[in-house]
């Protein structure tokens, strides 16, 4: 854990180095998503679940002031303008704002395969140069094609060569889809010196599988999850979030973090 970067940093990890963040920044341009229609007892819920940090928009952490006092705080930085208009992504909140709201970290997307007027590989560095004059710290979500479909989305070369390219672009917390199998995705995160957390993807069916891809992400040594989704879309989030925590920082098995989510409810 780079002891360079200042409280912000340290911030947004337990004293393991380990981190379960909530993504609760999907509002930005998919308004109010199923399950996310109330912020307020969306945090109440997976701040009382144990959640380190929350990842989130500038308006919902200026709004939710109070309730996000006491935990790590992550703001997106970019977004598409609408999602009824085909704009490129661009960068929407300033180093100025993170600063105003208090926040810990700035976070941005990193698309390098994405070729259709997405310019995230140019934004991208500036906003770390720009943070980093505050030592403030950012995540990259670093995806080699977005989230378009795309065959070699999750290859494992690409996953890992996209996590390194962020990570020398600036990236102090590099976000990434895990690649499937335990073995593959060590190499991803041997080739990636920022520190990687798994994100969660689309909402899944299975408790079980969604699980069961935290532990091997973290079995091949990734230092937590940034999970929104599978959390607030899930029955009962703040269960759901005991169970996460308890993969992360506990380094339960599967089986006993489905026996934490059932007797939590």
């Known amino acids: 854990m780079n002891e360079l970067l200042g409280r912000r940093f340290h911030r947004l990890f337990g004293a393991d180095g380990r981190s379960v963040v909530i993504a609760m920044d999907h509002g930005t341009t998919d308004g109010a998503v199923a399950g996310f229609e109330n912020p307020e007892k969306v945090l ?8 380190d940090a929350i990842l989130t928009s500038i308006g919902i952490a200026r709004h939710y002031s109070k309730q996000l006092k006491d935990i790590g705080l992550m703001i997106r930085c970019d977004g ?6 085909e704009h490129p992504r661009e960068l929407i909140i300033s180093i100025d704002d993170i600063l105003s709201t208090g926040a810990d970290a700035a976070a941005a997307m990193y698309f390098p395969g994405i070729v259709n007027g997405h310019n995230s590989t140019i934004y991208f560095p500036r906003l770390a140069a720009q943070a980093h004059r505050w030592n403030i710290p950012v995540m990259a979500e670093a995806l080699p094609y ?7 989305a999750r290859a494992v070369d690409a996953v890992a060569d996209t996590c ?20 593959h995705f060590r190499k991803v995160i041997r080739s990636c010196y920022a520190p990687v957390l798994g994100l969660g993807g689309p909402k899944t069916y299975s408790d079980q599988e969604f699980l069961a891809s935290i532990r091997g992400a973290l079995d091949a040594g990734a230092a937590g999850v940034v999970i929104g989704r599978n959390v607030w879309q899930s029955a009962f ?12 920082h506990r380094d339960v098995n599967v089986d006993d973090a489905l026996h934490i989510l059932h007797e939590s409810r």
């Open 44 to 51: 109440e819920q997976v701040i009382a679940g144990g959640a």
């Open 80 to 85: 598409a303008t609408s999602p009824f208009l």
């Open 146 to 152: 977005g989230f378009e479909e795309h065959p070699a």
């Open 237 to 248: 989030p703040a269960a759901m979030t005991q169970a996460l925590v308890a993969l992360v």
């Open 164 to 183: 390194r390219m962020a990570a020398e672009n600036g990236a102090d917390i590099v976000k990434t889809f895990y690649t499937g199998e335990c073995e």
